[in-house]
Structure formats: C-alpha cells, structure tokens
C-alpha cells in the first residue's frame, strides 16, 4: 500500500507497453481484454487511494528515495485523488464503449490509450511543475495519435491546428519554467509556494512574467478565451471514445490553474499574489457569454457537446477568479459532474448518428431511429444535467457556484451570465430534441446500427453519475470543502510537504 500512490501511473504504462509488444499487438481481442483489466486496475487503484487519502491525510511518494524538493514527488492529496478516481472512472466507460466496435478503425488505439490515461493522471499527481510538463507532453502526444483515429481529411486538419497550437503552449510552457526556475532555483510546486513571497523588485516581475506564460498555457489547454477556438471542430471530428475521454483534457488545465495560482502564487505570494485573477475575471465571463452563442448556433450533437465544454470551463474559470474555499469546493463539484456529463453525451451523440443514417447527428429531418425510446432516455437525462435543472447534479453544481460569490459586483456579473447560459442551453436541448426524436420522415433506416450492450452499459455508467452526485451530495460537497481547505492552507499543501522546513 506503500507504493499505492504511483499504480494509476504504471498500469496504464505497463498495460500499454504490453499492448505495442508482439503477440499481443497482432490480436485486437488481446488487447480488448488488456485494455479491460487495465482500465478497471487503474479505477480500483483510484479508489484505494482515494480511501487512503481520505483516512490517513496526504501521502507524499519520493521516487527514489530522493526528498522534495530535490527529488521527484509525487502527491495524493485530496484534491489529486479526486481528478484521479474521475479520470479512472470515464476511462474505464470510454474502455467499455471503444470494446464494441469503434477501437476498430485505426492501429494502435488501446495503447494510446492507456499513455494518455498515464499521462492525465502523471499530471493530477505530480508535485513538482516541471513533471507536469512531461506528463502534459506524454498525455498530449498521445491525444495527437487518438484524434486521427480512423483517418479522414476533417479529421487530419482538425489535428493539424491542435498539434500546432499545443506546440506553440509546450515552448512557451518552457519559457515559463525556464524564468521561474531562474528566479527561484526551484521547480518543486511547494518549494515554489514558499520562496515566491521573498521575491522583490527586478527579480519578482522576472517572476510574474513567467507565471503568466503558464497562465496562457494553462488557459489554452482550458479553452479559454480567446484560446478556445481550437476546441469545437476538434472535439466533434474525433470518435466518440476519445471525444469523452477529451472531455478530461480541459480540466487538466483547470486543475493547473487552480493548483500553481492557488498554491503558488495565491495569498502568501508577496508582491506576486494572485497576479491570475485581474486576467482570469473577464477571460472567464467571456469565455461562459461565447460558449453559450456555440451552444445555441450549434448545428449538431457533436458541436453542442463541444461548446458546453467551453460552457464548463468558463464557469469553472470563475470559480478560479473568486478564489475563495467556497468557490473551490464549488468548482470541485461542479467539475465532476461536468466531465462525466459531457462525456455521457458524447458517446450518445455517436449512437444517435449511427441510427440515423446520411443525417447523422445534425439536427435536421431524418428517418426513424431503431431504438428511440432509449436513446429518448438517455438525451433527456444528459439534457437535465447540463442544462441544470433539478433534480440532477448540473442543478446543485450551479448552486454551489452562485452561493460561492462574495459581493454585489461578482452577483451582477455572475448570476446573470450563469442563468441566461442555462436558459440558451435549454432552448438548444429543446430544439435537438425535438428534431432528432419527434421530426422524423419514413421508416427506420435499414442499415442503421442498433446500441451494442457495452455501449449501452457505457453511457449508463456515466450518466448515472448525475443522480448518484446528488444521492451521496451531502459527503461530495464534504469531500470538495476539504479539498478546497487543504489547497487554501498554504501550511498543509506547502510546509507539510517539505521535511525539516517550519513556517
């Protein structure tokens, strides 16, 4: 149990390295069931650690023996195990529904896989910010591979402007790093916290200007605006398994923005406090007001999956901006349930298309879908939770960030914004709706594919999530206070984790 803090890190590069090795690589069925017990090893690991955290506080693992800040840590604290178990989880889903048939159009998937789930959880867990790096690179080579699963020229261009783009974060994601460490000889995340407030003068704008490099970076990854625009036709051209396990993507972003601004540069941080929420206030309020105009122009499932993504991350990027243990907890809830939500939906968009022949999934006439009822189901639950209605958890999620505001400024900005994008969203849903399952022309179409019992239990799995968020809310919302209190004490996610090194 010891050494339980690196097993979502090493399955999946084990699993996937046994994947690209021959004979396994030749059978597509040995690396399903590969992938399989992969996936439900990562989730288990997950949720031991995350029962080890919650028991016996946070656990700092030093490979190699070598001690922070000189050595490479790893942290399970509760807010890395929390990002760690949601990853696990939505793999798992994402490895259930790929099983039936949609690993099938390209080499190579399930390996891919497993790095870029290796890569997203190396990132949840890293305490050292020159580590996220290379778990940022790892997971994103990965996604390049996945994104041009099963080929096509959309697809290909789509991965053109996203490989360029995340290029174009990685070397300036290097600056940043390269500034910082000159400034303060450190790159271990807690070593940082605590050397940041000494800064003076030349040696503190040095400082402040590769914090706001990793800012941009983190941003772009975030969908952030104005670096949002990427996101979109990236999302709606990749298949549905990795469209879901995108939905994770951007809040890898989000979790860095919450863990280096918070921690980091947050209160303790002398002339470098909170130099992220001047920049993230109107960043964030646009990028709710654009996400929303996507959501109501969108012309498909797939768009308007895409654009609640950009949705999510702005109303999170508030959460960031109040920066407050409240608006933490808040985001912390809020981020659970939008991923798995907006992954469900994806994965069902997929099956919507599949029964409605040369329509797809756009929102236009089509013939009759073989199996309506269900995925009529299905839509309506999705639709409630990412529209924010009760009695499903987009609706406490919501809560939570508008009970989160401070004063009457962040009011009157806040609670508008939020409430007219979920009334934009119920409009968009509506009119889905109503054309995908009521607007129908002819017969059933004959060569539609009818849902698989993996790609069934898939979707179930995640948009059950939804209503067990608000049947167990009561000990979330516990859980996400704490974790919110654990990133705000800069004693407990700092000098704690440090050996030797008092306050």
């Given at each position: 149990m010891q050494h339980l803090s690196i097993f979502p890190i090493l399955i999946p590069l084990f699993f996937g390295v046994i994947m690209l090795l021959p004979p396994v690589s030749r059978q597509l069925k040995a690396q399903r069931i590969c992938s399989v017990i992969a996936g439900f090893c990562v989730f288990v690991a997950a949720i031991l650690l995350f029962t080890q955290v919650s028991s016996q506080g946070v656990i700092v693992y030093a490979l190699g023996g070598w001690q922070p800040p000189f050595g490479i840590a790893l942290v399970a604290d509760p807010l890395s195990v929390l990002m760690v178990s949601v990853t696990a989880f939505l793999a798992f889903a994402v490895i259930l529904y790929s099983v039936a048939g949609q690993d099938k159009g390209g080499a190579y998937f399930h390996p891919l896989l497993m790095f870029q789930v290796m890569g997203i959880n190396g990132a949840f867990m890293t305490g050292d910010i020159f580590n996220l790096f290379v778990f940022f690179e790892i997971l994103l080579i990965a996604s390049y591979a996945?994104?041009?699963?099963?080929?096509?020229?959309?697809?290909?261009?789509?991965?053109?402007?996203?490989?360029?783009?995340?290029?174009?974060?990685?070397?300036?994601?290097?600056?940043?790093?390269?500034?910082?460490?000159?400034?303060?000889?450190?790159?271990?995340?807690?070593?940082?916290?605590?050397?940041?407030?000494?800064?003076?003068?030349?040696?503190?704008?040095?400082?402040?200007?590769?914090?706001?490099?990793?800012?941009?970076?983190?941003?772009?990854?975030?969908?952030?605006?104005?670096?949002?625009?990427?996101?979109?036709?990236?999302?709606?051209?990749?298949?549905?398994?990795?469209?879901?396990?995108?939905?994770?993507?951007?809040?890898?972003?989000?979790?860095?923005?919450?863990?280096?601004?918070?921690?980091?540069?947050?209160?303790?941080?002398?002339?470098?406090?909170?130099?992220?929420?001047?920049?993230?206030?109107?960043?964030?309020?646009?990028?709710?007001?654009?996400?929303?105009?996507?959501?109501?122009?969108?012309?498909?499932?797939?768009?308007?999956s895409a654009n609640l993504v950009i949705v999510s991350s702005g109303s999170l990027l508030v959460c960031a901006a109040i920066n407050s243990i409240e608006s933490t907890a808040a985001a912390l809830y809020y981020l659970v349930h939008s991923t798995l939500a907006s992954a469900g939906l994806f994965l069902l968009a997929d099956l919507i298309s599949r029964q409605r022949g040369k329509a797809e999934d756009r929102f236009v006439h089509s013939r009759l879908m073989k199996q309506p009822k269900l995925l009529g189901f299905g839509f309506a639950i999705s639709a409630l939770a990412l529209i924010g209605m009760p009695p499903l958890s987009g609706f406490v999620g919501k809560i939570m960030i508008l009970q989160a505001t401070q004063s009457i400024a962040e009011t009157l900005w806040i609670w508008p914004l939020l409430l007219i994008g979920s009334l934009v969203t119920l409009v968009a849903f509506s009119r889905a709706g109503t054309t995908l399952f009521w607007r129908h022309n002819g017969n059933e179409v004959d060569e539609a594919e009818i849902a698989k019992p993996a790609e069934i239990l898939a979707v179930g799995l995640l948009l059950l999530a939804s209503p067990l968020l608000v049947i167990f809310g009561g000990s979330m919302a516990e859980f996400t206070l704490h974790a919110a209190n654990y990133l705000h004490d800069i004693q407990r996610s700092a000098y704690d984790l440090l050996p030797g090194v008092t306050r």
């Amino acid at each position: 149990m010891q050494h339980l803090s690196i097993f979502p890190i090493l399955i999946p590069l084990f699993f996937g390295v046994i994947m690209l090795l021959p004979p396994v690589s030749r059978q597509l069925k040995a690396q399903r069931i590969c992938s399989v017990i992969a996936g439900f090893c990562v989730f288990v690991a997950a949720i031991l650690l995350f029962t080890q955290v919650s028991s016996q506080g946070v656990i700092v693992y030093a490979l190699g023996g070598w001690q922070p800040p000189f050595g490479i840590a790893l942290v399970a604290d509760p807010l890395s195990v929390l990002m760690v178990s949601v990853t696990a989880f939505l793999a798992f889903a994402v490895i259930l529904y790929s099983v039936a048939g949609q690993d099938k159009g390209g080499a190579y998937f399930h390996p891919l896989l497993m790095f870029q789930v290796m890569g997203i959880n190396g990132a949840f867990m890293t305490g050292d910010i020159f580590n996220l790096f290379v778990f940022f690179e790892i997971l994103l080579i990965a996604s390049y591979a996945l994104l041009i699963h099963a080929g096509g020229k959309q697809k290909t261009q789509a991965a053109m402007h996203y490989v360029i783009l995340n290029l174009v974060g990685s070397s300036l994601f290097l600056f940043g790093l390269g500034i910082l460490y000159g400034t303060l000889g450190t790159l271990n995340m807690a070593d940082m916290a605590i050397k940041v407030g000494s800064l003076q003068g030349e040696t503190a704008t040095l400082a402040k200007t590769g914090a706001l490099l990793l800012l941009v970076v983190f941003g772009l990854k975030a969908a952030m605006l104005p670096m949002h625009f990427w996101l979109p036709k990236t999302y709606a051209s990749a298949t549905a398994p990795v469209a879901a396990l995108f939905a994770i993507m951007t809040k890898v972003g989000i979790y860095s923005i919450f863990r280096v601004y918070t921690v980091i540069f947050g209160e303790q941080a002398g002339e470098l406090a909170n130099i992220a929420t001047p920049w993230l206030w109107p960043m964030a309020l646009l990028t709710i007001a654009i996400g929303s105009i996507g959501v109501i122009a969108s012309p498909s499932i797939r768009i308007l999956s895409a654009n609640l993504v950009i949705v999510s991350s702005g109303s999170l990027l508030v959460c960031a901006a109040i920066n407050s243990i409240e608006s933490t907890a808040a985001a912390l809830y809020y981020l659970v349930h939008s991923t798995l939500a907006s992954a469900g939906l994806f994965l069902l968009a997929d099956l919507i298309s599949r029964q409605r022949g040369k329509a797809e999934d756009r929102f236009v006439h089509s013939r009759l879908m073989k199996q309506p009822k269900l995925l009529g189901f299905g839509f309506a639950i999705s639709a409630l939770a990412l529209i924010g209605m009760p009695p499903l958890s987009g609706f406490v999620g919501k809560i939570m960030i508008l009970q989160a505001t401070q004063s009457i400024a962040e009011t009157l900005w806040i609670w508008p914004l939020l409430l007219i994008g979920s009334l934009v969203t119920l409009v968009a849903f509506s009119r889905a709706g109503t054309t995908l399952f009521w607007r129908h022309n002819g017969n059933e179409v004959d060569e539609a594919e009818i849902a698989k019992p993996a790609e069934i239990l898939a979707v179930g799995l995640l948009l059950l999530a939804s209503p067990l968020l608000v049947i167990f809310g009561g000990s979330m919302a516990e859980f996400t206070l704490h974790a919110a209190n654990y990133l705000h004490d800069i004693q407990r996610s700092a000098y704690d984790l440090l050996p030797g090194v008092t306050r």
